[in-house]
């Protein structure tokens, strides 16, 4: 009989992206990468602008200003903007749920089971709540 | 809700053999529908009516050996736990478990889930004497034993590893499973044996690499909380870090009965012999 290794079935990256039927807290930890990657693609993007365009001289820093009051890229700072508050508020919650706080204590389990994050979902919708309205705050601060 | 009662359920199941080589392909199977039917019924029916090469792993048919645990419509489930009605939809589409790899069909290789499990020392570790040789029962109240009874109550399926997005790309991550049974050893009043695991979680691809997605307590199908459990342990690691963290002594054994109580008199017969 022919030996063969079995065959590897590790989803890799795509098992993060892919939150198909998993319930609420799934998808936050799936924004909480995105945002968390995007914060960092503006940062290394504002660092260079900041620096480099700027020992450039004046004129180069005021095309590059120029450019960036394009009414899309203001869109795009605003998001920039909500990121932040999500990653922000949402890390607070990850470090008070991961060391065990707002989680409660193990049950024993009786049917229908409910594990400790479903339980005490009210906190995370809270937080998505404050969240909601920090962003709002932010995108009036851009608009007017 | 309309009744859930169609004739006919199309099964999507992904073959593959590594004797052929290839890759795995989705092959279709119309299965005669009964109410009560779980998919597990389904696959045996495939079995033993169309296609008799068809592999899966199943034993005890009750949601207690662990091993259906597959894919079904894209959640993991245990194939033996779950009624085709609950999906209300006349096709379902059944896969190995994903972060696992597939020995044949729907069979996944749990060699790397076992052998996490046996890193963390799934047993009581006492000092000094006592396991060795055993006279006596540990104590233990029952709001001690309700600190870890759910997570005795794991069967090995290897759902939650399916679920978690960290299991899928961290091939050295220990996992929920395993790092649930080291809260659960660990939790125990009768254990002394924390120094000697909690070590072994403390490491990247133990309790730190865990961001909290929740998706291993959703899906265990025995209502274990995995998720909590590895909270728990960053916890107590980041209390014993700040020198906060409490010890307990661990329980001691159960004195022997020194004096048996007064035998209970035997009662009489009710049914007197006829002289
Ligand atoms: S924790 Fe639940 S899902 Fe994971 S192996 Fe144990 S019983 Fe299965
Ligand atoms: S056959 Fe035993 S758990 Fe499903």
Known sequence: MKQTAPRSNYLGVGGWIWAGNYKLERYLYLLHRITGLGMLLFLTFHLTATTVFRIQGQEVWETTMALLSNPWLKAGEYLVAAAFVYHGMNGLRLILQEFGFLLGKPTPPIYPYKDALRKKRLWVVVMMVVIFILALVFLFDFIV | ?275
């Not at chain 2, 029916?45 to 949601?63: P, Q, V």
């Not at chain 2, 233990?140 to 759910?150: H, V």
């Not at chain 2, 990247?204 to 209502?223: F, I, M, N, Q, T």
Request: proline share 9%.
């Open chain 2, 1 to 275: 809700m309309a009744e859930f009662n169609p004739e006919k359920i199309t099964f999507k199941v992904q073959r593959y053999n590594p004797e052929n080589g290839g890759a795995p392909h989705l092959e279709k199977f119309t299965v005669p529908f009964n109410k009560g039917m779980t998919v597990l019924d389904g696959l045996l029916y495939i079995k033993e009516n169309i296609d008799s090469t068809l592999s899966f792993r199943a034993s005890c048919r009750m949601g207690i050996c662990g091993s259906c645990g597959m894919l079904v419509n894209n959640y993991p489930h245990l194939a033996c736990h779950t009624q085709i009605e609950e999906f209300h939809s006349d096709k379902l589409t059944v896969r190995p478990l994903p972060n696992l790899s597939i020995i044949k069909d729907l069979v996944v290789d749990l060699t790397p889930m076992f052998s996490s499990h046996k890193q963390i020392k799934p047993y009581l570790i006492r000092g000094e004497a006592g396991m060795e040789d055993p006279n006596a029962e540990f104590a233990q109240s029952p709001q001690e034993l309700n600190t870890f009874l759910q997570f005795a109550y794991c069967i090995k399926c290897g759902i939650c590893l399916a679920a978690c997005p960290t299991s899928a790309s961290d091939r050295l991550f220990l996992g929920p499973q395993a790092m649930a049974q080291c809260y659960r050893y660990c939790a125990d009043s009768r254990d002394q044996g924390q120094k000697e695991r909690l070590p072994l979680v403390d490491t990247d691809h133990g309790v730190w690499r865990c961001h909290l997605a929740g998706a291993c307590s959703e899906a265990c199908p025995k209502g274990l909380d995995p998720a909590l459990a590895i909270q728990l342990l960053k916890r107590q690691l980041a209390a014993e870090a700040l020198g906060l963290g409490k010890r307990r002594p661990p329980s001691p054994v159960v004195p022997p009965i020194k004096e048996s109580k007064p035998k209970v008199p035997y009662p009489d017969f009710t049914v007197k012999k006829e002289k």
